[in-house]
């Protein structure tokens, strides 16, 4: 309830697949409940500076907003555009 964590070796499993079905991970997506969609100090913490970071404001149970971040040189989040697209 209060943060997530991707353990190494899921991680590390989820590389592997990617790998093999020649496809690209692009980054994190997890939901911020009750709150903006913005970086934490633990999403900072655990950031990666190759990955985009998906974040979702959860409010009584509705996905309000989200927005995606990206780590600069000098470790600090940068919010970057985001375009959500539905394909029929």
Do not use: C, N
């Amino acid at each position: 309830k209060v943060h997530y964590t991707i353990p190494p070796k899921e991680f590390m499993k989820a590389e592997r697949y990617a790998m093999e079905k020649e496809i690209d991970l692009i980054g994190v997506f997890h939901s911020h409940p009750d709150h903006p969609p913005y970086p934490s100090g633990r999403d900072l913490a655990d950031a990666l500076p190759e990955f985009s970071y998906f974040i979702t404001s959860v409010y009584q149970g509705q996905a309000i907003l989200t927005k995606s971040w990206r780590l600069s040189e000098s470790r600090q989040f940068q919010e970057e555009p985001l375009k959500i697209e539905f394909k029929k």
